[in-house]
């Protein structure tokens, strides 16, 4: 540090002279969001060993170019109906300017769909582009480009393309309806890079030559020709995202050698090939046949499908013992049949790695009941599933052994999630001839020692297994001091003291339990009986409980010494005298 910076911070406390401590503090500013540039201005004017960290904070990620254009002398801008405009021709003095902001610049979010995006006119684009022989933002990472229809600034996209950019990320108007002239790209973007066509009907296949992080919204993709090897520039490429693909562009991204993340936002298309095309689909197929290993490195894909679930089984025979940590797959067309859900799941469970799934998703809209041994069944055989969604409509047909198998398969999970009966979508769902697994069931999650979430519909009002429950010695009983959070759905509930007491006693730790919200007057007293069995198993409750299994007393004990921290259940189920809940609190040492 300069004698200058000494004197500049005077009597100020010592750690804020080291640039590295004052810049985390700028950090922590800039992510508290934009109302914070205030601050950030403030501090850059404070003193010069501050100023050049505080700007690089305050300039790290801006909006439009609205903001470097005001940096420019105000004689050569105007505001007009919320539009910047030139009121003058630029000059050389003025580039230099605003080069002296843009050289701190890392992230641009040129968003022109949001409500407060300040428009810039073309014009000014146009005088920057004529002045500027390379990349107006040198040092740019991440890009964020939103065209809105008729607004004709795309063209100048080159801009901003600087030769160290990691993330670019392209966003069209769905209703875009101008000349297919618009998406193209003059032949020079910036320093090191090659010409790039950038029309409907063309995947871009050269892009600056570090970008890792590649999205595309709204915009049909599909490559002119098969490419029958992949361009240098997009080896880097290791997350890839876009809308709807087609059977050659599926040939090309089989083929990158980094890529770990894809997603498809529509995918419709895949097996759209005419049939004059047959010969060519085949021709394509073979070559995804012949691979060594297809999508080598590919960790986490996510789909949201358009297409029957026939098209998904197919493309997931081409995922030949791929190492997936995470699959996301939602469905949205709804015309298919369990067996064709149930052909999905073998062909993932057939041809994804065994060991390294740990999170899957799926989204299953129709309402058809799916009976669990014969269609999720096979998803048992990922055992280092740390997370399952299962998603949709459809009412799960589960039986007491089949909780059991799932909790006994599954020994990492920690969040469960599995579909509720909707009677809002189906009424016929309340009277559904599958019984429901009783409350019981929830002891095989006790050996689940990392589970945190459960969802799962049980049938809380079943008279023999609660006898059975109330029954059996506690210290029989494994507590699991991991679950956080219980969700029910529409679970039936009688005996709400019971139910609590049971909770508290397995699952010590468990804060809260969530149940859907009545939809009629026969669903109210289920409800209340629920939200009572949450505020019973309140984070305050929690803590006694974790106090008296943690103490070192042995259950038996534990019992004998406070009676009272077993429910006793009136006829009707309600507690003996308003005050039992109280007493139970004190008796177990609070208060």
């Keep these: 540090m300069t004698t200058n910076q000494s004197q500049d911070l005077g009597a100020m406390p010592q750690c804020l002279a080291i640039p590295e401590i004052f810049d985390l503090i700028c950090r922590q500013v800039r992510l508290k969001g934009q109302e914070n540039t205030a601050i950030l201005a403030a501090l850059a004017r404070t003193c010069r060993a501050w100023s050049d960290i505080a700007l690089d904070n305050l300039w790290h990620t801006i909006f439009g170019i609205s903001s470097l254009v005001r940096c420019m002398p105000q004689d050569l801008w105007c505001l007009e109906k919320g539009v910047l405009t030139l009121r003058r021709p630029l ?18 979010d040129h968003e022109e769909f949001l409500g407060s995006f300040v428009r810039v006119h073309r014009s000014i684009y146009r005088a920057l582009l004529l002045s500027s022989n390379d990349c107006l933002l040198p040092r740019l990472e991440k890009l964020r480009w939103a065209s809105k229809s008729g607004t004709n600034t795309f063209h100048f996209i080159r801009l901003f393309l600087s030769p160290g950019l990691k993330v670019l990320d392209l966003i069209f108007d769905p209703d875009h309806t101008e000349h297919p002239g618009f998406y193209t790209l003059p032949a020079v973007f910036c320093p090191h890079t090659i010409p790039t066509i950038f029309c409907p009907h063309i995947i871009p296949t050269i892009f600056c030559p570090h970008i890792s992080e590649l999205s595309i919204y709204n915009f049909p993709l599909v490559l002119a020709e098969p490419v029958p090897s992949v361009p240098p520039a997009w080896s880097p490429l290791v997350s890839l995202r876009m809308g709807d693909v087609t059977l050659k562009d599926l040939v090309y991204i089989a083929r990158l050698p980094a890529l770990e993340h894809l997603t498809f936002d529509k995918l419709s298309s895949l097996w759209n090939l005419q049939t004059s095309k047959a010969a060519m689909e085949t021709q394509l197929l073979e070559s995804l046949h012949a691979m060594e290993q297809p999508f080598s490195t590919l960790k986490v894909l996510t789909m949201i499908v358009y297409m029957p679930i026939k ?44 060991n390294s799934l740990k999170n899957f998703n799926l989204l299953y809209p129709t309402s058809n009941d799916v009976a669990f041994l014969t269609v999720l069944r096979p998803l048992l055989k990922f055992q280092a599933l740390e997370r399952v969604d299962l998603e949709g409509f459809f009412a799960m047909e589960l039986t007491n052994e089949d909780v059991v198998e799932i909790a006994s398969s599954l020994p990492s999970i920690r969040s469960l999630s599995l579909p509720f009966r909707y009677p809002f979508i189906c009424p ?10 009783t409350l019981s069931v929830l002891l095989a999650f006790a050996k689940c020692t990392e589970l945190r979430y459960l969802s799962l519909e049980i049938d809380a009002s079943d008279e023999v297994a609660r006898h059975i429950l109330w029954m059996k010695p506690e210290g029989e009983r494994i507590r699991n001091y991991s679950l956080r959070t219980l969700s029910v759905g529409w679970s039936p509930i009688s005996h709400k003291e019971f139910v609590a007491s049971f909770l508290s006693e397995v699952f010590p730790n468990l804060g809260d339990v969530d149940s859907s919200p009545a939809m009629g007057k026969d669903d109210e ?4 009986q629920w939200q009572y069995v949450s505020q019973t198993l309140s984070p305050t409750f929690s803590w006694v409980r974790r106090g008296e299994y943690g103490g070192g007393a042995s259950c038996e004990a534990l019992a004998l010494e406070r009676p009272s921290r077993v429910a006793v259940e009136d006829e ?20």
């Excluded at 605003?98 to 641009?108: I, M, P």
């Excluded at 007293?525 to 209340?528: A, V």
Aim: glycine share 8%; charged share 30%; with cysteine.
């Design 525 to 528: 007293p289920r409800y209340h």
């Design 428 to 437: 016929l769902f309340r009277d559904s001839d599958h019984p429901l697994p």
């Design 572 to 591: 009707d189920g309600d507690w003996l005298g308003g005050g039992e809940l109280n007493r139970l609190y004190l008796n177990s040492g609070g208060g």
């Design 311 to 354: 098209g998904v089984t197919k493309l997931f025979k081409f995922f030949r013992d791929v190492k997936f940590t995470q699959l996301n797959i939602r469905l949205r067309y709804i015309i298919n049949t369990v067996d064709d859900l149930r052909e999905l799941i073998e062909t993932v469970a057939r041809n994804c790695h065994v």
């Design 91 to 108: 000059r050389i003095s003025d580039i230099h300017v605003l080069r002296k902001y843009a050289l701190r610049v890392r992230v641009l």
